[in-house]
């Protein structure tokens, strides 16, 4: 069985006989179920979200083992029973929707079924991210709801006078909008599925293949060639496959070896992989789930969105392409040969893969829905896959797209479920405000020493949770703290979605890190390390972003362009800082001149900025006649 995109702790059961089928048609009706949706209209939320979840979370007991022991070709009895009340919770949601619908939170009666039901499913859901995503997920939960049934004996401003466990039940199980069946579920059924769909389709059209042999002709011949390869294909690929470790360890199977042959260290060739890898969930017109999750929780439109994160995905990759290039000529390290790059005439022939993402932008610049822009794509995919005989989507091929999108869309979708209750507690118990008030005494209402205390919460959140869930925590309890200061509501919520992406690199738990040092034979903490380093410059973009807002194209276009021009100055001397080199060695002075020049050009103020520039300007030259 193919790795799913979205790896688990755990791979996915290699499934025999009539269980592999009958798993595998229950996981293509889900695809086609969201699929039809997505063209032609969702059932009313809490409908939609039941049969979401009832297609779903059944999957994850059949297809994740409970433990490295458990069977590996087949579900559990265990897994069996789990799976029904996966499917009999949702069930009853779907089955009793119109009642459900009138009830009044709070007020009517939670009954005998609906506290069984409720309290056996928020279980599974806990026991479902332990399986398919982390231990720590399932730990974070299970804190928030010891914090639900223990809110009245908190001191200060976390405590709540509490529910009684009925209403508990009900917060968890029953609300709207809130909960296991609340408005994270619904984005994960009516935009996620489809763009997870989408990222299926790519995948299987070959286009992850062509944007590998694409950044091979494209950087291949310049120094230290296999490293910017890895930097353009992943940051490409990122863009469809949703995950960083599924990123590293598609990309990075090709690139470490490439680079490691090409005079790189396991150790630079894993972080540099990892770096690239992490930054794909950064790079429109996709950037993952949280970016959908963000539209639907500020009310900005997506295309806004993809349209303010481009330069500061831009800069990142910039800062990364910089370090790859002065460690190249630290080394002295050389192109790939000619004979052994991509010719431009495949490239040429096979240019029309680039027309998904050019077609994503264009429907939602004319206002079409996401959900319904990625449906129209898909059947364009389909088309295109016909026009190369080795890429045609035949039956077998549409079945196995559809089965690994529903596993993908599993994963998620358990990890919005169980980041539901999450939001649903901190917002019934008034814990998000509470929290936010924390860091805002914490800080001293200093704008700098709240924004690095938020840097600190999402990087501790993000220790083992996947970005999605991890952004959605830590967003309920920073974007408000962060508001206080007048940042705008998109502002704040990039630069927490950063840092949730970036806890991927983050010591002591960097998950992209490990997963490409496991690829690369290097010490998985060294590697860890020397990824959190080398990204260093990647880490300030969100700060620079808060202090310039042009950068997410707020202004003139003066100011923009000034701002763009600032800032790649900045990170491109922060690289040189990082490596100690750009055309001759650098002592620790100019490394330290070379700092400030970053600092000046990052967070510029009046007349700072002029500064700035002539330092980098004389920093660079200096460096060039002193060889």
Partial sequence: MKRAFFPSRIPVRSLKGWIKIFVTLYGVSASLFHFYTSGYGTFEPRTQRGLHLLFLLPLVYLLFPASKNSPKDRPSSWDWIAAFFCFIGPFYIVWDAERLNFRMVGMDEVRTIEILLGSILVLLVVEACRRALSRWMALTISFFLMYLATAPYWPGLLKFKGYSFPRMVEVLFLAGDEGIFGFLTGISSNILYIYILFAAFMLSAGVGSFLIDFAVWAAGWSKGGPAKIAVISSGLYGTVSGSTVANVYTTGSFTIPLMKKGGFSPKQAAAVEAIASTGGQLMPPIMGAGAFIMSEVTGIPYFKIIQAAAIPAILYYLSLFFVVHFISLKQGLKGIPRRERASILPMLRHAYYFLPFILIIVFLGYGYSP????????????????????????????????????????????????????????????????????????????????????????????????????????????????????????????????????????????????????????????????????????????????????????????????????????????????????????????????????????????????????????????SKFKR
Avoid at 441 to 454: E, N, P, T
Avoid at 498 to 521: K, R
């Fill in 371 to 622: 959900s319904k822009s990625a449906f129209y794509v898909i059947l364009i995919i389909l088309g295109l896959s016909f026009l190369d005989r080795k890429t045609w989507m035949g039956p077998r091929k549409l079945i196995d797209t559809f089965y690994q999108a529903a596993i993908n869309a599993a994963i998620i979708a358990t990890a919005l479920a169980g980041s539901g209750m999450v939001v649903g507690i901190l917002t019934r118990t008034g814990a998000a405000l509470a929290f936010g008030s924390v860091l805002l005494s914490a800080s001293f209402d200093q704008l700098l020493i709240a924004m690095i205390l938020v840097f600190l919460v999402v990087s501790v959140l993000g220790t083992g949770i996947p970005t999605t869930p991890s952004y959605i925590i830590a967003v309920t309890i920073g974007a408000s703290a962060l508001g206080k200061f007048g940042i705008a509501i998109l502002t704040a919520h990039l630069f927490v979605f950063y840092y949730a992406v970036l806890s991927d690199l983050t010591p002591p738990d960097a998950i992209t890190a490990f997963a490409a040092a496991n690829l690369a034979g290097s010490e998985m903490m060294a590697t860890g390390i020397e990824a959190f380093k080398l990204g260093i410059a990647g880490f300030l973009i969100p700060f620079a972003f808060v202090f310039q807002p042009a950068l997410l194209l707020h202004g003139t276009p003066f100011q923009i362009l000034k701002g763009s021009c600032l800032t790649a100055l900045g990170v491109i001397c922060l690289s040189a800082f990082l490596v100690g080199y750009t055309w001759s060695p650098l002592n620790w002075l100019k490394r330290l001149l070379f700092a400030l020049a970053a600092i000046l050009l990052v967070f510029p103020t009046i007349g700072m900025e002029l500064i700035g520039v002539g330092l980098a300007s004389g920093l660079f030259i200096w």
